[in-house]
């Protein structure tokens, strides 16, 4: 990788301070966070199999579906970024995003009669209601197993209640109070988390996502599971994350 010494200016305005101060908590968390990071690139490898071989079939008859799985990839890394440089809150939006394209382009797969309807989203009210409940996450995680679906409903849920929808549990997620010395309360809006709580959970969220793409992408796919051992990859990033999040349990 060739260095890039920031352009003149970087930093001054209040947006490039902004990404400064995010990309220097990337750096950080490489340096302090070897375990999430050995486990985020053992992820990303493996999707990135999972992408070189959806690339392959892209003019294939499930098109729809391995470019939706390539969407996911996609999410997963944006995600991933915002875990890492501590931007909690938006990171459950996105990976929410991530978990729904995998959830599509199994289903697409698994059901390819279901491509054209999707792509025909009816405006007729009646029609639109039986369209939303088909390519709905509780319709479309019941051809799941119960393990599989019961793992969907959990990240699906998480998303929301974290961030992916305007809540009260996620508006306050950014917000701190500190205690001043005359008595008084001072708030702060907190963008970019330190280590801690917040933090992590934001960077387990966005690791099951890409896990949970990985899962259903040897679902949908069993011929590339066996050509890359995806699930045996998968079963490996779960002993890395059980390890990981005893630790910062400890």
């Known amino acids: 990788m060739t260095t890039v010494t920031p352009p003149p200016g970087w930093g001054a305005d209040i947006l490039s301070d902004f990404q400064a101060n995010a990309i220097q908590n990337e750096y950080a968390s490489y340096v302090h966070l070897k375990g999430w990071q050995e486990a985020f690139i053992n992820c990303a490898t493996a999707l990135r199999m999972c992408t070189d071989y959806s690339m392959s079939l892209a003019y294939s008859a499930n098109a729809t579906s391995h470019l939706l799985f ?64 088909e390519f709905s996450v509780s319709n479309i995680s019941s051809l799941l197993s119960a393990g599989q679906a019961e793992w969907t409903r959990f990240l699906h ?48 969220f966005a690791l099951e996502a890409g896990m949970f793409t990985i899962a259903l992408f040897a679902t949908a796919y069993p011929e590339a599971d066996a050509k890359y051992s995806l699930s045996d990859l998968n079963v490996r990033l779960v002993s890395s994350l059980d390890i990981l999040k005893s630790e910062f349990e400890k």
């Open 70 to 133: 390539i969407a996911a990839h996609n999410h997963f890394l944006a995600a991933v970024r915002l875990a890492l440089s501590g931007q909690a809150l938006p990171t459950y939006p996105v990976g929410r995003a991530c978990v729904e394209a995998a959830l599509y382009g199994y289903y697409l797969a698994k059901v390819p009669e279901a491509t054209a309807r999707w792509h025909s989203k009816p405006t007729e009210r009646a029609a639109l209601r039986a369209w939303s409940r």
């Open 157 to 204: 849920q998480t998303a929301i209640d974290y961030g992916a929808h305007p809540n009260t549990q996620a508006l306050y997620s950014n917000m701190a109070q500190k205690e001043l010395a005359d008595g008084g309360v001072h708030l702060e809006n907190i963008i970019l988390h330190a280590w801690g709580l917040s933090a992590a959970n934001a960077t387990k």
